[in-house]
Structures are given as structure tokens and as C-alpha cells.
């Protein structure tokens, strides 16, 4: 999260002190590697609606959202009212509640086009689970994902995600499988095919040449883990057609782009019926809510014939978490307000970029949008490489100072919640990025950051 760029300080002290304490028992001072900023870790102390405060009192704008859940705000009394209503009446049973059968009702009636869905804890569960089901069903053993695509943190997802060196990814035509950190068996990733995203002629000779071993494409509908990617006109209408020629599985990652494109997620977003689905995040308003589902025949290996279980799958704080998140989801305008608001800031960033004289692009949707500093519209991760990288991250470090609080990582999208339309967030979002690039743009002018590319 460093930068040479100079910023406003904020206060740290009790920041620092619980860095150093937390590096005592927590490797990395937190519970996730994506949280380990070093010095720089951010430590919450409270959130609400658009807004976190750390433990030294700092306000931001919370442009991260938690990575996408918190769909309609921090603390929200409609969620929190009902969750809190039915888990006093108990949380863990190991038993099926009302609100489970609801939960998943909700996802297939929002849906339109999951028959059968199931609670887990994580989108990571989720899509390791669909992995086994698309194996079971098929019986084939490979799964095909995209590069810099992001399925959770199970060693059949960790293949091909995110190096900085493109070269690692190997040739265009024949990518390696590149896995993402150690204790990941080879037998594991010999299991998965990494592909390139938006082409749909390399997929075919993939097809043509280990079809009868694949089982199931995985695919994220927009590349998450890369600001956001959007996939070319017509390029997810031509691999269902050809997951469907080959009768290979297509599996919809949607823990990120569920419930938050549209009520349907990316599936009707871009008029699409997938054979499988993941779902979590946005599902429960931040709640460890997830859920897996998709066609009726596949599902139906369940409960006899294929492995799932899970102690806290379903449990009453996330299915009631879910019903509430979903019912209000589907009740009110909740997502066209988090969709004009988007625009609202791309607006605003717009209009500062423009006057920088920058070539520059947005990916992703309005409510989870990323921002590319390149005149090449990127359609693949490989693209990401040749953006000023280094530019977006000393911005985005430099907001933090200013009190607004996008990832400081250029792979990042922003994430949009319904309560950023309620009171000044989208202005100073825009303010934080203006006097950010500025100041980006001045240490680059001295020398002291990096020209793109280097």
C-alpha cells in the first residue's frame, strides 16, 4: 500500500500499536493476506451506511464495500432488525429452518433460471462444490477457467490468477497453469485449463483438442479480479453455444456480480442460462451468506450420490440475512439507486481525467467499476500489464488520506452501495481522486513515481 507520493497524514497511532500486537498471534497482523498492508493495515472500528471509521476515528468513504457485499450499507436496520429477531431465537442447529427454504426460494425466483440451490458459508465453498458437482455429472475430470479470473481460495481455484509478470501466464496460444502461492499439489493443477477471456476461437481449438476431458467452463461474467473486464458483444452468447455443442457445463461465477447487475445478476444482465451458479456477498448485505444452485438434474446428485455438507451451511444468521437482503432487493429500487449512483461518480471522475488531459476507460458495471489508465480498452487480464498501474495505486492510496477508501490495488474494483446515495459520498469520492491525481501527477512530474510501464 506504499507510496511515494506525499499525502495528507492521518492519525495512526492506535493503528500501529495494534498492528503490533495482532503480528504476535495473526500472520500478517490479520485474518487475510488481501488485508496485510503491512505498517499501513487498516483497522475498522465501525461502519455505517457508505461509511467506516478505523480505531483512530478516521471517516472514509468506503468505495471497497468489503469487496462487494455490503450492498446496501453498513448497518443496515432492515437486515439488522430480522437477523437480530430470529437469531435469538437460536443460530447453529445442524437442522433446516424456515429461512434456508426461503433463502434459496428467493435465489431461484430472482434468478429466473436456478431450479435447485443449496446454503454454504463462502463463494469459495460455493465454487469448489459446483467443481465437484460439473465432475460428478460429467464424469470428466478437467475444469477450464480464465486467467486472472478469482474463484475463492479452495487449490482447485488458485490456478492462473493474478501474477504481475505476464510473462509467467506462458505463450498466448498454450497458457500455463501457474499456481498462486505453494502447498497446491500438481496433481491438483493438472486438473485445471486456464484460457483467455474474450476468445472465443482459442476456446473452440481447446474444445476441439480436450473437450471429452473437460467437464465445466467456470467463468466470472466480468473479470472481477481484474477492475472489472467486461466481456466482448456477443462473446458469452458464443461460449454457451459451445459449452452446449460440446456438452461441456457452464458454471456462472456470480459471488461478485450476483444480485448487484441486475436482480437476476450477470445471467440476465447479459441474457444468459448458465447450468450452474455461485452466489455469496451481495446475497446477505455482508452476512457470511453463499449459496450454490443451477439445473435440476445436476443438482439432484444431491444429496446421495455426491458429497456437500457444512456445520454452519444455513445458519440463521445468514439465511435470515439473506431472505431480508434478497426480498428488499427485489421489492424495492434499491439496485436502479446503487446503478444511477455509479454513474454519478464515473461522471464526476470522468470530468477530473478529461481536464488531466489522461487516456483512460471504465470497466465493469456502474455498481462495481473499475478505472484503466490506457487508450487500449482491455478485454483480457494480460491487458492489465500495460495500464499505468502505477498511477491508480498512488491515487488510490492517496484518497485514503483524504478520506475515501478504494482498494489500493489497481485490480480492484469500486464497489457501489445503496446508502452512497444518501448523503455526500459521491462528491467526496470525486473530490478525494481529484487532489489525489493531482498530486500523482506532480510526483511523477519530480520523478518520484514511476512512468506507465516501468
Known sequence: MTSSVDHPQLARSRQLDLYRRALRTLPGGTDSNFRAWGEDTIYVDRGRGGRVWDVDGNEFVDLRMGYGPVILGHGDERIDDYVN?????????????????????????????????????????????????????????????????????????????????????GDADNPVRLAWGRGIPDAVADTIIPARFNNIERLRRLFERQGHEIAAVIVEPVLGNAQGILPQEGFHKAMRELTEEFGILEIFDEVKTGFRFARGGAAEYFGIRPDLASFAKAMGNGYPAAAFGGRREIMSLLPDKVSHGGTYAGNRVAAAAAVRTLEIIRDTDALDTIHRTGRRIQDGLREVINEAGLPFHFTGHPSMFGIMFTDKIATEYRDWADTDHALYDAIAVGMHARGAMPEPDSREPWFICEAHASDDSVDRAVTAFEASLRAALDARARGELPEAGQ
Open 85 to 169: 429477531e430470529r437469531m435469538r431465537r437460536g443460530v447453529s442447529f445442524s437442522l433446516t429452518s424456515e429461512d434456508e427454504v426461503r433463502a434459496m426460494e428467493l435465489v431461484c425466483e430472482l434468478t429466473g433460471w436456478v431450479e435447485m440451490a443449496r446454503m454454504t458459508v463462502s463463494g469459495t465453498e460455493a465454487t469448489m462444490h459446483l467443481m465437484r458437482l460439473a465432475r460428478a455429472f460429467t464424469g470428466r475430470d478437467k475444469i477450464v477457467k480464465f486467467e486472472g479470473q478469482y474463484h475463492g481460495v479452495h487449490d482447485y481455484a488458485l490456478i492462473s490468477v493474478s501474477p504481475n509478470d505476464m510473462a509467467d501466464l
